[in-house]
């Protein structure tokens, strides 16, 4: 099943170019064909005959011959035709959903444009379509097997580049609800945001709310500052995100310790983060951050494992300098790929701190696994809930739900894919909830001491 469908997905990337093969083999049969039987037959044609021959066996006006045939000429009679009626049928084919896609386009109106066809892009647009609304998206470097899979779910498809103004014309901007910008860079964002900003001056009805992924917490930070100041009248809205921010407040969010009505023994007192990446970065802070804003008693213990821990808690500490006064961060420098089992690590004697959460943050989902299953063999340190970061596509959930016997107590462990936390259709039907959160957000940021520097 799974060669077929890689099979039919090599095909339609790559059908024209195969086509164009078929189109020059079956024309070099016919030219060969034909000189061969010329010289059988004693016939004195040129160069030129011989092609004009070839060619017109595209409308089947020349394969009609007297005397033996050879194999070449006799397969070129057959394809050349074949050949034809597939390509003109291919052509029209995309010309009707070209011209259908234009029919819809122009009644599409409160739609969601999303930019953007990579993982984020396209589970948010799976999401969304799944949930009734009218999509578009918009990608440079479309790939036709995708393609052909979101059309059939009911989404329109442009090929452009998102930052051209008449590309989001195309998507009929002007009429739309909600533009989501997932491009690579955050330039190319702040981009596309920029030129629908200057296209929704214009808009009589309605309004636009910007959605920008943003990697950069600064750059988030200093455009979240400006989203007010946008001049008023405009019917343009803007609201950011950064995926690692989002993804580890909602994680923390999940244990109802972090929550504001959440009984005192049910308040975490230590974490273990297994990889500080971006995303195991900003469980920290916002940790941190809810410890704070919870008025939690004494210090939350951290502890971190990653092979530059002690390098990256000091960089954490010069962005967030009021961290250190809310946490106390134990870095645990180890190379996870080499170091062997993790609770040798963990377990040194003078070193051992009971974990009440833990947090893996490993993009190899194999590594991740292996981490986890080391950490259930100590269940004296380890002695609370785990989270392990495992996409989906990865196959391994389901060693975890369904576990084989002597992998230790899995019940305590729960898998989440960063994709489902950090893009989902809720950040666009739920958009006042965002705001309400970023104007907490923002009220801690500027009139708390727990600030970035």
């Known amino acids: 099943m799974r060669n077929k469908l890689h099979l039919r997905q090599f095909w339609s990337e790559n059908r024209w170019l195969l086509l164009g093969i078929a189109w020059l083999l079956s024309l070099a049969l016919g030219f060969f064909g034909f000189y061969i039987y010329a010289i059988e037959n004693g016939e004195d044609w040129t160069a030129g005959d011989v092609i004009y021959r070839t060619f017109q ?52 109106k409160d739609h969601v444009v999303i930019c953007g066809m990579g993982r984020k892009g396209s589970r948010l647009a799976r999401e969304l379509l799944g949930l009734g609304r009218q999509v578009v998206i918009i990608e440079n470097e479309l790939k036709q097997e995708n393609a052909k899979i979101f059309r059939h779910l009911g989404a329109i498809i442009l090929a452009g580049d998102a930052t051209n103004k008449d590309v989001l014309i195309r998507a009929r901007i002007l009429h739309a609800r909600n533009l989501v910008c997932l491009l690579g860079g955050d330039s190319e964002n702040l981009q596309t945001a920029y030129q629908a900003y200057q296209l929704t001056r214009t808009r009589r009805v309605g309004k636009l709310t910007c959605i920008i992924h943003l990697s950069s917490i600064d750059l988030l930070n200093l455009l979240r500052s400006c989203e007010l100041s946008i001049q008023p009248g405009v019917p343009f809205e803007l609201e950011t995100f950064n995926p690692y921010e989002r993804t580890a407040r909602m994680l923390l969010q999940d244990n109802p310790g972090w929550r504001e009505d959440s009984s005192l023994q049910d308040i975490p007192e230590s974490l273990l983060v297994v990889g500080l990446g971006r995303l195991g970065e900003q469980l920290v802070v916002q940790a941190g951050y809810l410890w704070h804003l919870l008025k939690r008693q004494g210090r939350l213990c951290i502890k971190v494992v990653d092979r530059d821990a002690v390098e990256k808690i000091q960089n954490l500490l010069r962005n967030y300098p009021q961290l250190g006064k809310v946490c106390e961060l134990i870095p645990q420098q180890a190379d996870i790929y080499t170091a062997g089992p993790l609770q040798n690590i963990l377990a040194k004697p003078g070193e051992q701190v009971l974990i009440q959460q833990t947090y893996i943050c490993l993009g190899d989902p194999v590594l991740s696994l292996q981490v986890c299953l080391n950490l259930l063999q100590i269940p004296e340190i380890i002695t609370g809930p785990i989270r392990v970061q495992l996409s989906k596509e990865a196959g391994l959930v389901d060693l975890l739900e369904k576990p084989l016997p002597g992998l230790g107590d899995v019940g305590r462990v729960r898998t989440f894919d960063f994709y489902d936390y950090a893009c989902s259709a809720a950040l666009i039907l739920g958009g006042m909830h965002e705001m309400l959160a970023r104007d907490l957000h923002e009220i801690y940021r500027t009139g708390s001491e727990f600030a970035s520097t």
Do not use: H
């Open 57 to 108: 066996l595209v409308t089947m006006n020349s394969g009609a011959v007297e005397g033996e045939v050879n194999w070449m000429l006799q397969a070129a009679r057959f394809l050349l035709p074949l050949l034809t009626i597939y390509t003109v049928f291919q052509v029209l084919m995309q010309l009707f959903v070209e011209q259908m896609q234009k029919l819809r386009l122009r009644r599409q």
